[in-house]
């Protein structure tokens, strides 16, 4: 969630509650002297005021009509324009802002069970540099799979920045704040179909995932997320190797009684090995990327159902069948990473109390036509590192032009491990971090 600045002071609503930022966004919203100011925290130097506005009964925020390119492009309140959809890999139809500073998702796969995918097709951005001397070519996606919904989420919910400070960071509040601002297909509202882990930081999340499943119940399918050790992850996918069921821990009981409410996901015997094919797809090289201390997210797409109850006394059950699943793993701090490189440099990066951020488009970065694997923030300016890792032709071609442009136009701002070639403590040694 976002930081703001209300009346001079900084307010990060990732450290409050909800009846908190409630509370504070509704003394705004009723100051009859119009002395109380909210700033956007995205550019505190530009002093871009927000309005507070009322949807039934609750209060959030939007931008001054006319700011919206102004924010920094990570920004809830950033307008999109072709060429800032195309920082994140895609195009105007596959994400859009709307009037209300939401952001309008198109998913490639379909949300209700009686829709057929819709075609995913690539084009490409090209990007020109500032003087229009150079252009760089990106491939843009015209939707956003299940995996990058999740990496939008996770970015949106700042779970892509370790901070040393903030210890112990709790993601189930930060994911249910970004997603009331995320849409998806047919204007259905992220927020209101998410089933998230029933011992999630407060009692009410039993009581929100069965509201989830009965809206849901056939209308569309519920979008669910946990997660769960690397072990696990693996002891997981023999369970679904093997056909045999899997369920997470999403079950729960509300109020005192007992079964009330009772909510599964879980991936049932006959989807069991369609669900193994795609994960292992996804992830062919999982046992070697992911080891040590590393967790996964598990994120996708489930179907819901009803059990009838026997008799009045009882209510009905709802269950959800587990239709799609995407894995993404990241580090005990929650950080995504994407090989077991990076993995390594985090976990270094982490132990010697950095701020890092694992950007996920190039919004991060000082140059379009760069995308660095990390960007270390306790340095000023920030320093991009480039965590090379293989040596296919292709890739061997871009690493030479981006370490051309780096060296040419930023010296001292970007460090690199060549991790086909040396150790991390090599690299380490050869050229020290520069320090914060
Ligand atoms: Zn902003």
Redesign the pocket.
């Known amino acids: 969630m ?1 930081k703001y600045i209300i009346n001079g002071e900084s307010a990060d609503f990732a450290t409050l509650s909800g009846s908190e930022i409630q509370r504070t966004l509704g003394k705004h919203h009723e100051d009859k002297t119009k002395k109380s100011t909210i700033h ?4 505190p130097a530009e002093k ?1 005021v ?1 309005h507070t506005f009322n949807r039934n009964g609750k209060f959030y925020l939007r ?1 001054t009509s006319g700011t919206g390119e ?3 492009i990570g ?4 307008s999109l324009n072709a060429e800032t959809a195309a920082f994140f890999g895609y195009s105007l139809e596959a994400i859009r802002t709307d009037d209300n500073d939401n952001l309008v998702i198109s998913l490639s796969v379909p949300l209700k069970r009686s829709q057929t995918a819709p075609s995913l097709t690539q084009t490409s951005h090209t990007f020109k540099s500032n003087d229009g001397k150079c252009t760089t070519a990106r491939k843009i996606s015209n939707r956003v799979t299940e995996l990058g919904a999740l990496r939008l989420l996770w970015a949106r919910a700042n779970l892509t920045s370790h901070e040393p400070t903030i210890l112990n960071k709790e993601p189930w509040s930060a994911i249910r704040g970004a997603a009331k601002f995320l849409k998806l297909n047919h204007g259905l509202e992220l927020s209101k179909m998410l089933l998230l882990p029933h011992f999630s930081d407060d009692d009410k999340q039993g009581g929100r995932n069965w509201y989830a499943l009965k809206n849901a119940i056939n209308k569309h399918y519920v979008i669910y997320i946990d997660i769960i050790d690397g072990d696990e992850y693996k002891s997981m996918l023999v369970t679904l190797a093997a056909k045999q069921p899997y369920v997470f821990s999403h079950s729960t009981k509300i109020g005192g009684t007992t079964n009330r409410f009772k909510v599964k996901v879980g991936v049932y015997k006959e989807e069991a090995m369609d669900i193994y094919n795609n994960l292992t797809h996804q992830f062919p090289n999982f046992s070697s990327q992911v080891k040590d201390n590393a967790k996964v997210v598990v994120f996708g797409r489930a179907e819901v159902c009803v059990m009838k109850a026997d008799s009045k006394e009882q209510s009905d059950t709802y269950y959800s069948k587990v239709r799609s699943m995407v894995a993404m793993p990241v580090t005990s701090q929650l950080i995504p990473f994407e090989s077991s490189y990076e993995h390594q440099l985090a976990n270094h990066l982490v132990n010697a109390g950095r701020h890092y951020e694992k950007p996920f488009s190039s919004e991060a970065s000082i140059d379009d036509r760069l995308f660095p694997d990390f960007i270390l923030q306790d340095c000023s300016p920030p320093v991009m590192i480039e965590v090379y890792g293989m040596n296919t032709e292709v890739y061997l071609a871009r690493k030479k032009e981006k370490r051309a442009i780096y060296a040419a136009e930023y010296p001292g701002q970007y460090w690199e491990w060549h991790a086909d070639r040396e150790t991390l403590q090599d690299a380490l040694q050869r050229q020290q971090l520069p320090a914060p």
């Open positions: 976002a956007c925290g995205c550019r871009l927000l931008k102004t924010h920094k920004c809830r309140h950033r």
